[in-house]
């Protein structure tokens, strides 16, 4: 049961042995003393999953404060793709804080940053020619996308979609959908953005099978009835959702999408925050639909766990912000570039691309069988390490949301951390590094199943 970590073999990184080791309660004392520290000092209004303290981490587990070793199926939401403290990124951030922490990629440049975005011209889809900037989050990359799309041309309205997710700053929390916690008291919004139907199977009223045609024709009724093909700069979109629970539009929806925006001189931002790196299988999702995004946002797992964001698009629309229109103080901090190119060398080299279908693979069956023995468990979806059910009513459709509350809880209480999701708060995901070992997978998974037996018993 204790697995290496690839690329553990490279120096500077005690190795933490891959198993789930439970010695106290979850939470246990020094967590709960943590917590109550934190209630003292930190808002509410930052909420905590799961309160328990970390100490260190590594591949696909985290210690706790306690001594506990719990089977890390969160990745800190889709970041730590190469494991957590990747002992490559580990030493690649240790040689270049040693170097220079800063200097201003606007006042003195350095090499790791343009490098970083010579990686991104090449990764992301499109064999045009590209550019990227670098800013510090997965929001800022959106706002930015947003600036540049309105710049290049000269158009006002922004698109988005039902369950979308694309961060928590005044822009990115008008993009997003869903109203609590993201919006609520936070208002006004900003304006010109507008909201279309998402091609959601599991939820189309007309049935899975009509939902590409119908939430197109809505999407094209929106924009021609409502806001003006003229008017529109861009399409923001998932290629899977996210936060709205790992929604996988309906095959077709997509391309249809990028098709009428090419037709109409809008520009498709693919938001690849969450599902860039590797983490569906394949380098980028947005090739799953074979879209070439104008502009493609990416954040979380670029970095190995360290604070990076990008911008990457077509070099005209990219030229076409004026001198110093974009930038910011922290954005492209040389840490975070060395840690991004040592990951982009793992997933490169250790195949983590690979490694992600294969953990679809061995996984979306285990939450299908999961569904077979439960109606509760509905929709088992997603792609490569990207993997969600909905919890449901025995009905087979009402979401569940005290109900997956309790799976959740329980999977913690037996060392397992997995994530929620969804409009409704009723969907669990997974997506666990990908360099997770095989056992380690499968005794998490055993224990997701013990857990909702539990919960339905
Ligand atoms: C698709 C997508 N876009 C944007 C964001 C915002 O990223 P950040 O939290 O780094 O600002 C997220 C975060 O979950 C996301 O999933």
Known sequence: MVQTIPGADRPGTDLIPQRRRLVTAVPGPKSQELMAR??????????????????????GVLVDVDGNSLIDFGSGIAVTSVGNAAPAVAAAVAEQAARFTHTCFMITPYEGYVEVCERLNRLTPGGFQKRSMLVNSGAEAVENAVKVARAAT????????????????????????????????????????YRAPMAYPFRWPGGADRCADEAYDRFVDLVTTQVGADQVACVVVEPIQGEGGFVVPAPGFLRR??????????????DEVQTGFGRTGDWFASTFEDIEPDLVTTAK??????????????AELMDAVHVSGLGGTFGGNPVACAAALAAIDMIEGEDLVGRARRIGELALPRLRALAERHPQVADPRGRGAMLAV???????????????ADVVRRCAAEGVVVLTAGTYGNVLRLLPPLVIGEDLLADGLDVLDAAVAAALA
């Open 390 to 404: 909905e919890l449901v009513r025995p009905d087979g459709r009402t979401p569940d949301p005290a109900l997956l």
């Open 38 to 59: 934190r209630t003292a000092a930190v808002p509410p209004g930052v909420g905590t999953a799961l309160p328990v303290f970390v100490e260190r981490a590594g591949g």
């Open 301 to 314: 797992g670029i970095a190995g766990g360290l604070p990076l964001g990008g911008v990457t698009g077509r």
């Open 257 to 270: 999408v990028a098709d009428f925006c090419a037709g109409h001189g809008i520009l498709l931002v693919a």
């Open 154 to 193: 000269g158009r006002p309205a922004v698109v988005v979609f039902e369950h979308g997710y694309h961060g928590r700053t005044l822009l990115t929390m008008t993009l997003t959908a869903k109203y609590r916690p993201y919006k609520a008291g936070f208002g006004p919004y900003a304006p010109e953005v």
